[in-house]
Structure formats: structure tokens, C-alpha cells
């Protein structure tokens, strides 16, 4: 197919079959697109996992706090997800991709052979690798089952510790202590979300926590997970300390999916590294959402992007791409978490060599710094301020000079810069 052909003709790809490996929220979305686009030939959309193509951010925050059924989360209603006309294996493993076969292989035996694949496997949640942690009640939150699983264990009367300051660790550890229960978070960076926000925001993060009565170890090593005598779990601690407590929960990371691309030899590098058109290394087999690394000139280096942003609009490129459809795929990156009453918003990759301009006070119920890198806005972080951050897009998609002391004046307009 052309790469300038129409949207909806997809003529080439009629009698075809398109594989899309992985149900949630990227392979949803590029199942869909296919059939939106126009694709009418064989569709088969596998998933590890027994529900329905589905969101994921609920399930740290409504899930978890029982305020949304786990039914919520689906992308399309059962009419819609049936008016899609395509094969559902559901709970079902694909143990290899056989390349020059153009064949992929399932666990239970069936082979089932494809003109184009989208790799959307996500990822998992890493473990706690330390002695004891199989033998204590340790959780993780990444599918729908993980978040059925611990809300029981969150209330009045329980302690919890949270291993990992990072925000999937921050968002269980605001629903825990909304519904009661103590809580402890353990990071063994020096601040929270260090990877990802500057000092600043980190400051904030902790001050917001500690305003709630969580207490925050920072600089914090696990060396071990046991039972004590009347058969709590206890963390213990590398500084000798011990944290007595009823559930212990990571949020240490996330392990892209990759292992079955490079099996069959795709190249990877921390996730199946794409091209902007959502292409791996073989032409016929593309990738989206948390296991893709694509390269982002916005970061000047590869990304992979486990946002919600991501998944859904890399899976929509990802299918176009696969009918042959033009795709430019280079997003601005786009990150929000909310905890407590704060809704915390990313554009862009800040840095260290940028300049800081704040609009509002950090300290405050809303403010948004800007990350400049001379008199351009490279990148925003707010704190409720929506509306301001809509702007700051802009700002950043324009990617022109600003006054730097309008930007900072909230009596401004953000519409005028």
C-alpha cells in the first residue's frame, strides 16, 4: 500500500490477517483503528490476561479505594468490542514468533500464521528480589486481579509499608491512607520520583505525603522480608531497623514485555525499539505502548513511555502504520497522577541545564514551573493547573522564544504568551 493512500481504503490489506499481541490499552486501541481505518480481513487480537481490552491508571486510585468496578475500565462496550468482527483469544500465551513462517505460536498448540503483527505486550511489575519476599503477603499493582487482591488488605487498623517512592509506590500509598490505614513508604533514592521530576517536585510530593500522615524513608535500603511471632510480615531494613506490618507493597518499576521479540531476534534495548513509524527492525512487525523504545526528539534520545498518553495514541499509529497508512509518531511526552487532591501534570523532559521559571507559588494548591532552556519552554510541570498546562503546550509545540518574566507573572493570561 502506498503510504499516501486515504484513510478507510486500506485495499492491499483486504484479505489479509493482522495479529495484535497484547489486550490492554495499546493493542485496544490498535484493534480498533484497524477496523476504523478500514481494514475487513482477519483480525485477531490475543491477550494474556482474561479481561477485555482495558485502562489501567484506575486501578491504583478508584479500583483500589472500591469507588470503580473493574467492568469500568474496558475501551469499548460488548456491542462496540463485537462490532469489531475480530478473533478474541483471551487468557491465551504466545510462546513464539516464527519470522520467516510469518507465523506466530500460542501455549495450548495453535499456530496461527500473519501478513503483519503489532507487538503490544506492556509489561510487568518488577519484584522484590530479596530473602523472605516469597514467604510474606507482597503485592504488586499492574492488572486488574492485583488491585482485587489488596484492596481487602487496606484499612482501618492495618500497616502498610510501600517499597518504592516511585508513582505507582505515591498513588497506593494516598488510596491506603484514604481508606485508614498507616502507611510507610520506603525509597531508596535520596528523594521521591527521582528519575523522573526535579528536586522541587520532589519536595512537593514529600510535603504533600507527610501533610496526610504517611511516613517517608528516604535513602532506604530492604534487605529482607519475614513473619514474626503472631505472623505479621516485617521489613527489614539495610540500617538494621525493622517495619512491623499487615501487607507489604512494590511499586519498583516496570519490565517491559520484550522477551518474546527477542527470541525471535526483533532488536531491543530496554523494549522493542521501534522507528517513527511505529516499525520494528522487520518490516512486517510493529510495536506500541510500554514495551516500544521509539525515538523522541523532544528528549533528543529513545523513550519508551509508560503513559496512558502513549499507549493509546502509539497503538492508534501503530495499526495505521501497519495498513500503510503516512505515520509520523514523535509525541511530546505527557504524564499525570493524582493523589489525594492533587492532579500532577508533565509535559515534556525537564532537565538540569534548564532554567526554572515558577507561576505560583510550589508550596501552593496550584502552580506550574517552566523548565526554559534560554527563553524557550521546554518542557511544564503543574500542580491543578489544567488549564495553564494546555497553554504551556503550546508553548512548547511552538517552540519560540517567551518573555520570561510574563511567564511568571499569574496576572498574565497564559492565552497572551
Same mark, same amino acid.
Given at each position: 500500500?502506498n503510504?499516501?493512500?486515504?484513510a478507510?481504503?486500506?485495499?492491499?490489506t483486504?484479505?489479509?490477517t493482522?495479529?495484535?499481541?497484547?489486550a490492554?490499552?495499546a493493542?485496544?486501541?490498535a484493534a480498533q483503528?484497524?477496523?476504523?481505518e478500514g481494514?475487513?480481513?482477519?483480525l485477531?487480537?490475543?491477550?494474556?490476561?482474561?479481561?477485555?481490552?482495558?485502562?489501567?491508571?484506575?486501578?491504583?486510585?478508584?479500583v483500589?479505594?472500591?469507588?470503580?468496578?473493574p467492568?469500568?475500565?474496558t475501551?469499548?462496550?460488548p456491542?462496540?468490542?463485537?462490532?469489531?468482527? @475480530?478473533e478474541?483469544?483471551?487468557?491465551?500465551h *504466545?510462546? =513464539?514468533?516464527?519470522?520467516p513462517?510469518?507465523c506466530?505460536?500460542?501455549? &495450548? /498448540?495453535?499456530?496461527i500464521?500473519?501478513?503483519?503483527?503489532i507487538?503490544?505486550?506492556g509489561?510487568?511489575?518488577r519484584?522484590?528480589?530479596v530473602?523472605?519476599?516469597d514467604s510474606?503477603p507482597?503485592?504488586?499493582?499492574?492488572?486488574?486481579?492485583?488491585?482485587?487482591a489488596l484492596a481487602?488488605a487496606?484499612g482501618?487498623?492495618r500497616?502498610i509499608?510501600?517499597i518504592?517512592g516511585?508513582w505507582?509506590?505515591?498513588?497506593?500509598?494516598?488510596?491506603?491512607?484514604?481508606?485508614?490505614?498507616e502507611?510507610?513508604?520506603?525509597?531508596a533514592?535520596?528523594?521521591?520520583?527521582?528519575?523522573?521530576v526535579?528536586?522541587?517536585?520532589?519536595?512537593?510530593?514529600?510535603a504533600?505525603h507527610?501533610s496526610?500522615?504517611?511516613?517517608? @524513608?528516604?535513602?532506604?535500603?530492604?534487605?529482607? *522480608?519475614s =513473619?514474626?511471632?503472631?505472623?505479621?510480615?516485617?521489613?527489614?531494613?539495610? &540500617? /538494621?531497623?525493622?517495619l512491623p506490618?499487615?501487607?507489604?507493597?512494590?511499586?519498583?518499576?516496570?519490565?517491559?514485555?520484550d522477551?518474546?521479540?527477542?527470541d525471535s531476534g526483533?532488536a531491543?534495548e530496554?523494549?522493542?525499539?521501534?522507528d517513527?513509524r511505529?516499525q520494528?527492525?522487520d518490516p512486517?512487525?510493529?510495536?506500541?505502548?510500554?514495551?516500544?523504545?521509539?525515538p523522541?526528539?523532544?528528549?533528543?534520545?529513545?523513550?519508551?513511555?509508560?503513559s496512558?498518553?502513549?499507549?493509546q495514541?502509539?497503538?492508534?499509529a501503530?495499526?495505521?502504520?501497519?495498513?500503510?497508512?503516512e505515520?509520523?509518531y514523535?509525541?511530546?511526552?505527557?504524564?499525570?497522577s493524582?493523589?489525594?487532591?492533587?492532579?500532577?501534570?508533565?509535559y515534556?523532559?525537564?532537565?538540569?541545564?534548564?532554567? *526554572?521559571?515558577?507561576?505560583?507559588?510550589?508550596?501552593?494548591?496550584?502552580f506550574?514551573l517552566?523548565?526554559?532552556?534560554?527563553?524557550?519552554?521546554?518542557?511544564?510541570?503543574?500542580?491543578?493547573a489544567?488549564?495553564?498546562?494546555?497553554?504551556a503546550?503550546?508553548?512548547?509545540?511552538q517552540n519560540?522564544?517567551?518573555?520570561?518574566?510574563?511567564?511568571a507573572?499569574?496576572?498574565?493570561p497564559?492565552?497572551?504568551?
Amino acid at each position: 500500500m502506498n503510504s499516501d493512500q486515504p484513510a478507510g481504503t486500506a485495499a492491499a490489506t483486504k484479505a489479509a490477517t493482522i495479529i495484535v499481541i497484547g489486550a490492554g490499552q495499546a493493542g485496544g486501541w490498535a484493534a480498533q483503528t484497524l477496523r476504523k481505518e478500514g481494514f475487513t480481513g482477519r483480525l485477531v487480537l490475543i491477550g494474556d490476561e482474561s479481561h477485555p481490552p482495558h485502562e489501567r491508571p484506575p486501578l491504583s486510585k478508584a479500583v483500589l479505594a472500591g469507588e470503580a468496578a473493574p467492568e469500568s475500565l474496558t475501551l469499548l462496550k460488548p456491542d462496540a468490542f463485537h462490532a469489531l468482527a @475480530l478473533e478474541w483469544r483471551h487468557a491465551t500465551h *504466545v510462546t =513464539r514468533i516464527d519470522r520467516p513462517a510469518k507465523c506466530i505460536e500460542t501455549a &495450548n /498448540g495453535e499456530a496461527i500464521p500473519y501478513d503483519k503483527l503489532i507487538l503490544c505486550t506492556g509489561g510487568k511489575a518488577r519484584h522484590l528480589a530479596v530473602p523472605g519476599s516469597d514467604s510474606a503477603p507482597v503485592y504488586t499493582l499492574r492488572r486488574i486481579e492485583d488491585a482485587l487482591a489488596l484492596a481487602p488488605a487496606l484499612g482501618p487498623g492495618r500497616a502498610i509499608v510501600v517499597i518504592g517512592g516511585g508513582w505507582i509506590g505515591l498513588e497506593v500509598a494516598a488510596t491506603a491512607r484514604k481508606k485508614g490505614a498507616e502507611v510507610t513508604v520506603v525509597e531508596a533514592q535520596g528523594r521521591l520520583c527521582e528519575r523522573t521530576v526535579p528536586a522541587q517536585v520532589s519536595e512537593h510530593l514529600l510535603a504533600l505525603h507527610h501533610s496526610h500522615g504517611t511516613r517517608v @524513608l528516604l535513602g532506604a535500603g530492604v534487605e529482607q *522480608v519475614s =513473619r514474626s511471632a503472631d505472623g505479621r510480615s516485617v521489613v527489614g531494613l539495610t &540500617n /538494621g531497623s525493622e517495619l512491623p506490618c499487615d501487607a507489604i507493597v512494590v511499586g519498583v518499576g516496570l519490565v517491559p514485555n520484550d522477551q518474546l521479540a527477542r527470541d525471535s531476534g526483533l532488536a531491543c534495548e530496554g523494549g522493542v525499539i521501534v522507528d517513527a513509524r511505529c516499525q520494528t527492525s522487520d518490516p512486517d512487525i510493529f510495536a506500541a505502548g510500554d514495551v516500544a523504545v521509539t525515538p523522541n526528539p523532544w528528549a533528543g534520545r529513545r523513550l519508551r513511555l509508560e503513559s496512558w498518553q502513549n499507549a493509546q495514541e502509539q497503538g492508534i499509529a501503530a495499526a495505521r502504520s501497519a495498513l500503510g497508512l503516512e505515520v509520523n509518531y514523535q509525541p511530546l511526552p505527557w504524564f499525570w497522577s493524582d493523589q489525594y487532591d492533587m492532579n500532577l501534570q508533565i509535559y515534556g523532559v525537564p532537565s538540569l541545564a534548564h532554567r *526554572v521559571v515558577a507561576r505560583g507559588n510550589p508550596g501552593a494548591d496550584s502552580f506550574v514551573l517552566f523548565y526554559l532552556d534560554g527563553n524557550v519552554v521546554k518542557a511544564a510541570i503543574g500542580h491543578n493547573a489544567a488549564r495553564d498546562l494546555r497553554f504551556a503546550r503550546r508553548l512548547i509545540e511552538q517552540n519560540k522564544p517567551v518573555d520570561a518574566d510574563q511567564l511568571a507573572d499569574a496576572g498574565v493570561p497564559m492565552s497572551k504568551l
